[in-house]
Structure formats: C-alpha cells, structure tokens
C-alpha cells in the first residue's frame, strides 16, 4: 500500500533562517507531488506542485521554494524565513495524469516562525 | 476564474440527527469532484469523489454526497450524525485534463453535539 511520510510535525525557526520540509511517498511511482499551506486552519493554498522529476510549477510567486530530485521525494525550502511564512504545510501525492483520483495527504508540519 | 464555495463556515447539528454541508462550485465543464475531513492538526483525508454516473455517491464513515449538475452543487450528507464527526470538511474539484490540481473551498467547520 502507498504511504506518505512528511517531516518534521512541529518546527519553529527564527526570521532569516533557511527552512527544508521533507516529504516521501512509498509503494508507488511516478507521483503527482504537492505542496499545500493552510492558514488559521482553514482554506488551502497550492504552493508547488511536481509531474516528475526536476519539473516544479508554482502556482503562487513567493519566499519559497520546491525540488524534487528523486521521484517520491518532495522538498519544500526557503533561504531566508519571514514571519509571514508561519503556517501548517501539507504536502500530498497523487496518481500521474488522472485527474479523477484522489489526492493523499501527508499529516502536515506547523511551522512558527518567531 | 475557476472556484468552489463552501457558503457555511460552521453547520451546528445534534447528534443522531442527519447533517448537511453545502459545495458548489464554478469551473467549466465537467469536473471531477471530492470532498475531504480534516482533523485539528492532521492532513486532510478523502471521504468520497464524483466522477461519473450515479448522482449519489456513497463514502467513507456513511457520508455521501449528491451531484447536482443543473446547480452545480456536490453537498455532503450523512443520514444520523456523531460526535465524532465533527470536523472541518473541504469540497474540492479537480477541472478534467488537469494533472490533478485540486481546487479548495474554504472549509465548513462540522459541530456534533451530543
């Protein structure tokens, strides 16, 4: 069965350092990969999403960043962290080219940027 | 522009009695359509989609959800609600040939009281 690994739960970092957020998918290949920011616990935001290796969109111009430099694994980063970047990131995966197939979530990270 | 409406930012039942969250949504053609639960500080998990055919669609946890082309709607329904259901609960569209980019209302926050 597929499973999706997202690291780590909780983060709190400074303004001005740099941020990586990792996320893996097992047991299948050739994923569709997302990067999501939810605010005050509500609506999602589409930050990045990736059809394959090295080929990221994004879908909002922003302080972040995304790469993928192995099939099922996702990074989301930043050089330089603004408060304005605190919020729960959730990253997600779905089967490749089939828009009718659901998305999988990972279980987030809540990062706090202090 | 392409978007999905949850009109309801909290729907209040009493357990036992049945429950209704609103969706509709405006994007062009026929889309692909899913609803997702979230709980507090977990990633989203699916519940149920619409693709084709039968407007009823039946989902996880007895939650089912009914396509309304004419209005453009896709409400999720449950016959008698729990406690345990409460939870914030996402609609989303996913517009056919896209590479499955989901689209996301704002959420409808579900309280169950006993």
């Known amino acids: 069965s597929q499973t999706i690994h997202q690291w780590p739960a909780t983060l709190v970092q400074p303004v001005g350092s740099p941020l990586s957020l990792e996320c893996t998918v097992e047991?299948?290949?050739?994923?569709?990969l997302y990067w999501y920011r939810q605010a005050a616990g509500r609506g999602l935001q589409l930050l990045f999403y990736?059809?394959?290796?090295?080929?990221i969109s994004s879908e909002v111009p922003q302080n972040l960043s995304a790469s993928r430099p192995q099939d099922r694994q996702f990074i989301l980063s930043s050089k330089k962290l603004l408060l304005s970047d605190s919020g729960f990131y959730l990253c997600?995966?779905?089967?490749?080219?089939?828009?009718?197939?659901?998305?999988?979530f990972g279980q987030g990270t809540r990062l706090t940027v202090v | 522009a392409q978007s999905v409406a949850q009109p309801e930012d909290q729907v209040n039942v009493a357990e036992g009695n049945p429950l209704t969250v609103k969706c509709t949504y405006s994007?062009?053609?026929?889309?692909?359509l899913f609803w997702y639960v979230q709980y507090p500080n977990r990633g989203l998990q699916f519940l149920l989609k619409?693709?084709?055919?039968?407007?009823l669609v039946k989902g996880s946890y007895g939650f089912e959800a009914e396509f309304n082309k004419s209005q453009t709607s896709f409400h999720l329904k449950k016959p008698s609600a729990l406690v345990s259901d409460s939870a914030l609960y996402f609609c989303?569209?996913?517009?056919?040939?896209?590479?499955?980019?989901?689209?996301f209302g704002k959420g409808t926050k579900l309280s169950v009281k006993p």
């Open positions: 047991g299948t290949s050739n994923p569709n």
């Open positions: 990736s059809v394959g290796i090295g080929q």
């Open positions: 994007v062009s053609g026929n889309p692909y």
């Open positions: 989303a569209v996913n517009p056919r040939g896209s590479q499955g980019n989901l689209i």
């Open positions: 619409y693709i084709t055919g039968d407007n």
């Open positions: 997600a995966w779905s089967t490749y080219g089939q828009g009718n197939t659901e998305a999988f």
